[in-house]
DNA sequence: TCGCCAACTGCCACTCAGTGGCACTATGAC
DNA sequence: GTCATAGTGCCACTGAGTGGCAGTTGGCGA
């Protein structure tokens, strides 16, 4: 029975919350660069030590439903059933287990608000390339401790990982470019679509490919 | 013939050298942070003003040996011979004529102490990471420009790319975590066996892998 | 219900990376 | 030698980020 979260916990929630949502809408009306924290603040009605205590960084404000979404394949990965699959099988189940998750109100909408932004702003990609890496070295752990996973540093484990979180960026990269409502399933479909794509991907030549994926 | 260069020229080139090792001893030293811009530009004999007339910011000084090794690759792929091979084929030669060019008194030397650095400070692996990101983009345009590359947009050339830049960061970083003299050889040796682990790191499982890579 | 304590907030002063302007200096071309 | 341009350093400034501290709020036990 989970516990109704206390005064002090929802307040918090709704402070991250209105930092979030005023950043997404501020910095995508006017760009990262051009709105202060000052500003920020203001209209989220929080001073900027209180943003500090929320977040570590301006851009990290920004990147916030970016992060949620990783943070959920942790979940669904910790959570899966230990055994002996490919790592790339695993990992691919934990997002799409992960994406799952995602369903209060208007989370597509915030994403690809989020990933508008990434690809406008150099800081707040570099910041997500970064943590999509440190999210790689949390899996690793997760698996080692809960997957028997025996050799989390040999290269094809690590390049297992990183070719895992590649195909998921490169997914929802072109699923944000995507006109019309923002829409969870269709992410779904374009990282089944990226997954798909990786086998080939080792020997793929500059002509036309087979067909255009 | 190659005209020697001017006056102006070989000043800018040992202002940027300057700063360049200050970085790299100051930093490896008292670590990133706790190393002013100030100090590092008194360091060097320069303002701080030409620091940001060298640099773009504190982080590029840190990394520009590692900048100067990529953008060797890509120098190495716009002179290669136009043909059909797979992308990451075409890619690892590249990568591997880029390391041959480095061939500067202390160039190792300089480059682990960078991958040091960057391991120990999230702010210049951040950059580092965005940087080989945008490196996949050029590398993409050279390859649309001169090597036939049709559709530089499928996932399954995203994905090469992406493949790519993984399998020579990972053997940059176990390179740069060797004990004993920092050895480019070695480093081209390491890269070659992050590329021979690839086909393999799409099956791979949780449990001991058959041979330790 | 009350009181105590810990969590949380806002205010403030500050540091430092980064920016732009401008006067001065050095170099290169003619 | 002259002149124009490239390059430099100085300076004032902004804004992200930090730490300290007093005041406020909420939770819990008596």
Chains 1, 2 share one sequence.
Do not use: N
Not at 75 to 101: F, N, T, Y
Not at 168 to 188: C, F, K, M, P, V
């Amino acid at each position: 029975m989970t516990a109704r979260p206390s005064l002090r916990e929802r307040r918090k929630r709704r402070t991250r919350e209105a930092l979030i949502d005023s950043a997404l809408d501020l910095f995508g009306r006017r760009g990262f660069d051009h709105v202060t924290l000052d500003e920020l603040c203001e209209a989220a009605e929080v001073s900027k030590r209180t943003f500090f205590r929320t977040f570590t960084s301006k851009e990290h404000a920004a990147m916030a439903t970016y992060q949620d979404m990783w943070a959920a394949a942790l979940e669904a990965l910790e959570a899966a059933p230990p055994g002996r699959r490919p790592l790339v099988d695993l990992m691919r189940d934990s997002l799409l287990a992960g994406l799952d998750k995602m369903d209060s109100d208007g989370w597509a909408e915030r994403l690809r608000r989020t990933v508008h932004l990434s690809v406008a702003t150099p800081a707040i990609e570099a910041h997500c390339l970064y943590f999509c890496h440190r999210t790689t070295e949390a899996a690793l752990s997760i698996m080692r401790d809960r997957h028997e996973l025996a050799a989390p540093k040999d290269f094809r484990v690590l390049l297992a990982m990183d070719i895992v979180v590649a195909a998921h960026q490169r997914s929802i990269a072109r699923w944000a470019a995507r006109t019309g409502e923002a829409d969870r399933a269709l992410l779904a479909a374009d990282t089944l679509a990226a997954f798909g794509a990786i086998p080939d991907s080792l020997t793929v030549t500059g002509g036309a490919p087979a067909q255009e994926h």
